[in-house]
């Protein structure tokens, strides 16, 4: 089995940030992995899945016609845990240098006035959806990155040791 690099983080210490899961080299480019995380793992409640839907649908939009990085976006989308989002990005930026580009994305949300994508012919389940708890999640996540910004805790995570199983498989989540 292979090691996947973000488990060596210990989860019930981290805070809510921007943070590099992984950078994998392929080839002659650089495709990097963060992790947006919104709430403290297994400390606090998890955002509510219609929100997270919502919100899902919200910012890939806004990333994916961001002029300045639409064409370095690979991936948005929900970590299962309802804890955050994964954002896969061409190249190997720091964290801190994606921030902006997080922090518009956020605040855009507040501007939304409809959830694009909506219909069946766009979702897997258009009816799931809760703009307004969207909003209030976004609010709150801007209000922190932004009072945070100079916090070095927001952009690295707090490392641990991996579990290994007696029969030496290595565990892994995210
Ligand atoms: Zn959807």
Redesign the pocket.
């Known amino acids: 089995m292979e090691l996947i690099q973000s488990f060596s983080v210990d989860h019930t210490r981290i805070v809510p940030g921007i943070f590099t899961s992984r950078v994998d080299h392929l080839g002659d480019y650089s495709v990097t992995t963060y992790d947006v995380r919104l709430k403290r793992p297994n400390r606090e409640p998890v955002i509510d899945v219609a929100a997270m839907?919502s919100l899902?649908?919200i910012i890939a939009t806004c990333l994916r016609n961001d002029p300045d990085w639409k064409d370095e976006v690979i991936y948005w989308g929900p970590m299962g845990c309802l804890t955050g989002f994964y954002l896969i990005l061409k190249g190997d930026r720091t964290s801190k240098e994606v921030f902006d580009l997080i922090l518009r994305s956020f605040k855009s949300v507040n501007d939304t006035q409809v959830v694009p994508?909506?219909t069946p012919e766009?979702?897997?389940?258009?009816r799931?959806?809760n703009l307004d708890m969207a909003k209030w999640y976004a609010n709150e996540f801007v209000s922190y990155l932004e009072a945070n910004a100079e916090n070095d805790d927001i952009y690295e995570y707090p490392k641990t040791e991996r579990l290994v199983t007696d029969d030496g498989q290595h565990f892994f989540d995210s």
């Open positions: 839907h899902e649908h994508g909506t766009n979702c897997g389940y258009y799931m959806h």
